[in-house]
């Protein structure tokens, strides 16, 4: 089977010119196949913090902690408003030097955070500040007699939001935060600019190498368009998982 | 005026001095549903013609259906000698000859009730400007609106919205008048406004056609009044005799929960 | 005192001695960190660095060179504007194609839009780059294309597919009747469209437009991985000229921070303060 669409590929830049390496040389499909993982790894690690940043970011700004509520907005503020891009360069080059070295057993003296760690907390923090935001103003849209309703019966404050505040938000800001997580899923090709093994430069070096810039540029296409497809496919079940008969709309 | 009997669908081969909407056979389905089962009559120039019937049964379709804004199944109609039904149709020749007012007004909400009135005979007819405006003008003063000429729609009431929207129509010196429900969306005070701006129209000779649920109007401004059930009519006739001595089961029925 | 902490009867909070929090949050503290180590840097950094050679401190370095990268800033600031003009225009057509009554037509357009909108702005970038010949030849004509019009073209494929799904949600916001009423005065459709539809939605399309210009504007920054000389690559080329000392990377890359926190943030104010106004009306 794997042979067959080895050979036709093979077949296929043979008699038309069309030489999609990556899928009958081995070298050049591992290499893609490593930078596909990296990108999963960046996409599924960074949604997961960003979620948790924005969930956590959320209950400070409703807190009752007024230098927090400060420090949570200052926060969403600036990541909101500044360049992903610049941002990655920021954490990498200019905290990543600062930061004292770690010795290994052997001697060694490495960084303590590698590229692609610094990527995952550089691009957590970006999609974490609208993540708040989005939160925020689902919670926003729970109205007040709810929760006084939640308080009457005898919940906590932390009660209530768990049970009956976020689970209602939660419907409330799906759409948003499904704009959000694709968007964090195509930002993740920034990571590009530090070096770190995803998608975007594992197929960059396969082209440069095979000299094959347009069909790699269409599998890259390909690829980016099934990776959100795949996305907005998961966030859309969620949706319907999670839709309450009769409320909103 | 002579009328085919009141007990039954006019023939076709009936003709008044001069139709100028004629229905024959008007079938309409959406997709399996058939809403209108088989509609044919006539309205004369000048004749004012209520269409009442329960929800549902086909009244705001068959009034869509002459102005070519729903298009029919089957069946013909004819506007002023316009093939409604022909595939050919030029809809903007027949829109122009036909007007329409909406349950819900539709005015357009950015711009002014003078200018609403003004933008269709601007635009579509290429008219002088000038001399639209003074019509516009003189339209709102007739549906008693003098001094609103600068309001937008959403600083409007209902009643005066839906005053709008009728002079907006007679903007395009229609020969026909469509009402669907009017006055349906309009607090209770209000209604009578409306209704009487719509009597002076029909009073100078406006060839108009309502659906409406307002029986009393109906009795008398309409000079005939179709009865229509599950996409037929069941019973038709002059108000007099229609509401004094109503022959189907169903049209007494409804009356009777009506009045 | 946090809702968590369950008070022991008989203690006022006042009577309390007054201590620090015991458990700093890492991740809340993170945000001001790096403005913090900005300003730190730029202003501890300068006694430390005395201490050894006369280098100049990171706050020198950044002043002395911040007319350069001022002008690099500015020229992100052009390609932004172009790549919004381009875009806008495109994206209106887009939109308006994926609203006409031809299936066919509809079809195409929507599909580019999902395309363009679903595709990160980088590997469009890079399509572009890559694919775009450096010069193109019009009626005989050899017009040259530097990398710079290609990233502002590159730049400008996003913007058209986020404008052409704005100006769609737009049209679709407004209600079937408007078309109704429209279509029953006579109007035709392009007249219906350009007359009565988008004066009303243009309100509403503003706040989300904005929204793109201020993601567009951040984006330019890309341009630097494709080899077009902006800040990002100057703010690199002066780290590299001033001997490439990493304690340099911090105020530097925290200068370019500011330009476009300085930039942005005020149109991100504007537009939700327009949002707001337009959702009570």
């Known amino acids: 089977m794997i042979e067959a669409i080895q050979a036709w590929f093979q077949r296929l830049y043979e008699t038309t010119g069309f030489n999609f390496t990556v899928f009958y040389d081995p070298y050049d499909f591992d290499r893609y196949v490593a930078g596909l993982r990296t990108t999963l790894l960046l996409a599924l690690s960074t949604i997961l913090a960003s979620l948790v940043i924005g969930a956590v970011g959320a209950l400070l700004q409703s807190g009752p902690s007024r230098l927090l509520r400060g420090l949570v907005n200052g926060f969403v503020v600036v990541f909101r408003n500044t360049p992903p891009l610049v941002q990655i360069f920021f954490f990498y080059f200019g905290l990543g030097t600062l930061l004292p070295d770690l010795r290994t057993a052997d001697g060694l003296r490495t960084p303590i955070l590698t590229n692609v760690q610094w990527a995952i907390v550089s691009l957590s923090l970006f999609a974490g500040a609208f993540n708040v935001e989005i939160f925020r103003s689902g919670i926003e849209a729970v109205p007040k007699t709810t929760i006084e309703a939640a308080e009457a019966l005898g919940y906590t404050r932390v009660g209530a939001y768990r049970h009956i505040v976020l689970p209602l938000a939660l419907r409330v800001c799906l759409p948003a935060l499904n704009n959000n997580l694709i968007n964090l899923l195509k930002t993740t090709t920034l990571a590009y600019a530090i070096a770190v093994p995803e998608t975007l430069y594992a197929v960059k070096q396969i082209w440069s190498e095979s000299q094959n810039v347009l069909e790699m540029m269409l599998v890259l296409l390909a690829t980016y368009a099934v990776l959100v497809g795949l996305l907005v496919w998961i966030m859309h079940r969620w949706e319907r998982a999670l839709r309450i008969p009769g409320y909103g709309r | 005026m002579t009328r085919a009997t009141p007990d039954g669908p006019p023939s076709p081969a009936w003709t008044p001095d001069r139709p100028i909407v004629r229905l024959r056979d008007v079938h309409k389905s959406f997709g399996t549903f058939e809403v209108l089962k088989g509609i044919s009559f006539d309205v004369a120039k000048g004749e004012v013609v209520c269409i009442i019937g329960p929800s549902g049964s086909g009244k705001s379709t068959l009034i869509r259906c002459i102005n070519a804004l729903v298009p029919v199944s089957a069946g013909s109609i004819v506007v002023e000698g316009i093939e409604v039904t022909d595939p050919g149709l030029d809809k903007l020749a027949l829109r122009r000859k036909v007007g329409m007012v909406f349950q819900q007004y539709n005015l357009f909400p950015h711009k002014t009730a003078l200018q609403n009135v003004m933008m269709a005979p601007i635009h579509v007819l290429g008219q002088d400007r000038r001399e639209v405006e003074a019509r516009a003008r003189a339209l709102l003063a007739k549906v008693r609106l003098a001094g609103k000429e600068n309001a937008y729609p959403g600083e409007l009431s209902g009643g005066q919205q839906q005053r709008v929207a009728i002079a907006r129509s007679l903007a395009m010196r229609p020969d026909v008048m469509l009402f669907d429900e009017v006055t349906a969306a309009l607090d209770p005070e209000t209604v009578k406004e409306v209704l009487v701006t719509i009597r002076e129209l029909a009073e100078e000779g406006m060839t108009c056609m309502l659906v409406t649920h307002e029986m009393n109007f109906a009795r008398d401004v309409a000079d005939h009044i179709y009865f229509t059930d599950r996409g037929v009519i069941v019973e038709h006739g002059p108000p007099a005799t229609f509401f004094a001595s109503a022959r189907d089961e169903r049209t007494r029925r409804f009356l009777s929960q009506v009045l | ?281």
């Not at chain 3, 400008?156 to 078309?179: C, F, H, K, Y």
């Not at chain 3, 911090?250 to 104010?269: E, S, T």
Request: glycine fraction near 6%; include cysteine.
């Open chain 3, 1 to 281: 005192m946090s809702a968590g902490e369950p008070q022991r009867p008989g203690t006022l909070p006042v009577l309390l001695p007054f201590a620090p929090s015991r458990t700093p949050a890492p991740a809340r503290l993170r945000p001001v960190h790096g403005w913090l180590l900005c300003g730190l840097a730029a202003l501890a950094l300068p006694a430390w660095a005395q201490g050894g050679a006369a280098a100049p401190s990171p706050l020198e370095v950044v002043i002395k060179w911040a007319p350069l990268l001022l002008t690099g800033f500015a020229f992100n600031v052009a390609i932004s504007l172009m790549a919004m003009a381009i875009g806008t225009l495109a994206g209106t057509g887009l939109g308006l194609a994926m609203l006409a009554e031809n299936r066919v037509v509809s079809a195409v357009a929507w599909g580019a839009t999902q395309v363009f909108r679903n595709v990160p702005w980088l590997v469009l970038l890079f399509f572009v780059m890559f694919l775009v010949p450096f010069q193109i030849t019009v009626f005989g004509l050899r017009l040259p294309l530097p990398d710079w019009v290609k990233a502002t073209f590159g730049f400008s494929l996003p913007v058209m597919a986020n404008v052409a799904e704005i100006v769609r949600g737009a049209v679709r916001s407004v209600p079937d009747t408007q078309w109704e009423a429209a279509e029953s005065l006579a109007f035709t459709r392009r007249q219906t469209l350009w007359r009565i539809i988008l004066p009303q939605c243009l309100k509403r399309m503003l706040p989300p437009w904005m929204n793109v210009y201020s993601l567009i504007a951040m984006a330019t920054v890309q341009a630097s991985i494709v080899g077009v000389t902006e800040m990002l690559t100057l703010t690199a080329q002066v780290h590299a000229a001033e001997g490439g000392r990493p304690e340099l990377f911090a105020p530097l890359y925290g200068f370019a921070l500011l330009c476009f926190f300085v930039y942005c943030y005020p149109i991100d104010r504007l537009t939700a303060r327009l949002e707001r106004r337009f959702e009570t009306r």
